[in-house]
Structures are given as structure tokens and as C-alpha cells.
């Protein structure tokens, strides 16, 4: 299933859900130094931002790490939550 899900999960659907993370209060940094955990290393591309993190293009990362990368961004939660809140978010889930 997993495989089949990875098939099918396209740059548009990753981008999606970034943006949605971003109107919540993710910052662009935080998504920027996430996409970089997910694209191989040493794959050429992307451009600096400002803040010295590399934005490379969600293209860049594997059909087949496409489902770990969406696991990854749902768990995200703005820098301005408190303690409390991030426990509270894994407690009660968000860890896929």
C-alpha cells in the first residue's frame, strides 16, 4: 500500500501541503531545512534564501520518501507554540 501511495503522491500534493503549513505558522525556514532532510545528498540545484538555508524544489525528493517527507511536514508546529502544545501534539498522534 505504502508503495503504491508513493507512486502517486505528486510535487503538486507535496506542495499543498506545505502551503498549508505555512498559512498555519510553519516558517519558510523550517519547510526549507525539511525538504534538505529529504533530498539525497550532494544533489545539485536549489538556491540559497538568505537566511543560509538552501531551498531546493520538492522535485528533488524520491517517490519512495514521499510518504516520510508528508509524516514529517504534518508533524511541524509553529515556533511560537509553547511546550505544552507541542507534547500535547505527540501525545495524542501526530507521530506517523
Known sequence: MA??????????ALRTAIRDKI???????A???L????????????R???????RLPVELIRHDQR??????VS???PEASSLAQREMARV?????
Open 3 to 12: 508503495l503504491q501511495l508513493e507512486e502517486v503522491i505528486t510535487s503538486d
Open 23 to 29: 498559512r498555519a505558522g510553519i516558517t519558510r525556514r
Open 31 to 33: 519547510i526549507s531545512e
Open 35 to 46: 525538504i534538505c532532510r529529504f533530498v539525497p545528498a550532494g544533489t545539485p540545484g536549489g
Open 48 to 54: 540559497d534564501d538568505g537566511t543560509g538555508v538552501i
Open 67 to 72: 510518504v516520510a517527507f508528508l509524516c514529517a
Open 75 to 77: 508533524r511541524l508546529l
Open 92 to 96: 495524542v498522534g501526530f507521530d506517523c
